[in-house]
């Protein structure tokens, strides 16, 4: 890229990081240190702000940078990412929202350790959020490494290095000074900026097409060399059983991965009521629900304006077709359009990046300090203590995440998003529900369900496609790939539901029902929730 556009670009990203420095230090300053403060935000955001901050959260990298770039290489077969994240919040709407706004306190450990023994299941449920979290981070990370390679011109390996170390850099400071409320800032004003930047982008294409919807999309079919095979399912997915297989282990992973995401449980606990919740999501739906008809759009477009071609070229992995579609919408590479649109669109999925990874940063480290420190230590660990703890935490994850992100930069980030959502799915979401509908259910029980979907998920992963055994993996010379599915969901999420159950019928420990039924009343209507 030319120096007018890394020099707007580079900006524009200096701006919005002075801007969200300025937004933690204002809130640093106004606070009063609590644990509630550093978790939760005083539980003082309204159901309006609290979902655009849960879309925030959402609309990642993932969707911003991997959707639409697996739209513009695989056509129909990319849709499955945009229609998977929108259908999953219809479970987190009905099953989990005021259930565990109602039931818990900061974590989701606190929603499973209500009725069981805390220590193991603290052990367990933190356990596994930190590994989810940090999965989701490397996704966000990779995502900032392909972003600045382009605008350099993509020949500085350095370069995309240390914009990852930055970018965990500065993660760090927001979760560290800020807590939860700077964070909600923080993506309540991305929130705003990336639906503002898919808006324009998504006008601007259909004026190329003049509205014309089929033209856009025989166009993107044209130049993608596949003919009407574009707009077909079966691309990436339907080549043999093995892809088969694994177009139905994603679509798993992706529709039952939300409801066990920590960054987005912990989210509900920044409203003051479960009312407050269900409002919450409702708004998020609405504001996630548009963006993604968006990204389909976007996707399609940059397949009919760009070409797949031009778009493998910059990356294989598609994760730069949105700046380099907003560079020849706005006129091309030598136009002051094309130099401003490309700058803006660039410093939007910055600004996203950022702000996803200090929401999953901050839940992350509020599992290590509030589920595991306080359950290793003898003694219950004193409020102020537990907070300082947590910002030690998210220095070690930050260090954990950018190590990952360095080894792992070559691959989509939507796709690495997909694995994080299928950990989340096998090892949370198995022990959220049954602890919140089944009377029987165990300490024993909940810490197999959540060991038996996460270990399963990730030597699955590890025995996989996606770190041995094809020139795309993470270590092409070597393999030991066993596993012939790249995202393990199909078998580690029943996995998870199995382990739970056989550890509960096996159990020597009965349930306690009293404790259930105190936990399904508080549940349903908030009494003595806090």
Known sequence: MSGHHQTLALLLFSAFVAVTLGITTWVSRNRHGSAEE????????????????????????????????????????????????????????????????????FTLADVVAARMDERPVRIAAGTSSVVVSVLYLVAQMVGAGSLVSLLLGGTSDAARNWTVIGVGALMVIYVSMGGMRATTWIQIVKAVLLIGGAVVLTVLVLMRFHGDINDLLRTAARRSGHGQAFLAPGLKYGGDWTARFDFMSLGLALVLGTAGLPHILSRFYTVPTARAARRSVLWSIGLIGGFYLMTIVLGFGAAAVVGPEAVRGSNAAGNTAVPLLALDLGGGADS????????????????????????????????????????????????????????????????????????????????????????????????????????????????????????????????SPVVSGSPESLFPGVDFQYFPLQNPGLVSIPLGFVAGWLGTVTSAEPPDEAKHAEIEVRALTGAGAV
């Open 38 to 105: 550093f978790y939760a935000g005083g539980r003082l955001f309204s159901p309006m702000e609290n979902g655009f901050a849960l879309s925030g959260d959402y609309m990642s990298a993932a969707s911003f940078l991997g959707i639409t770039g697996l739209i513009s290489l695989y056509g129909y077969d990319g849709l499955l990412y945009a229609v998977g994240f929108l259908v999953a919040w219809l479970i987190v709407l009905f099953l989990v929202a005021e259930l565990v706004r109602n039931c818990g306190r």
């Open 336 to 463: 002051t359009g094309g130099t401003v649109l490309f700058a803006v669109v660039a410093a939007i999925a910055f600004a996203t990046i950022l702000a996803v990874v200090a929401g999953v940063t901050l839940a992350s480290s509020a599992s290590v300090a509030h589920d595991l420190y306080a359950s290793l230590r003898r003694r219950r660990a004193k409020p102020h203590g537990e907070v300082a703890v947590a910002r030690a935490a998210s220095v070690g994850i930050g260090l954990v995440a950018i190590a990952l992100s360095l080894l792992a930069r070559d691959l989509n980030v939507a796709f690495l998003v997909g694995l994080a959502f299928a950990v989340a799915a096998s090892a949370n979401l198995p022990v959220l529900l049954y602890s919140l509908f089944w009377r029987s259910f165990t300490t024993r029980g909940a810490v197999w369900a959540v060991y038996g979907g996460l270990v399963p998920a990730l030597l699955l992963v590890l025995l």
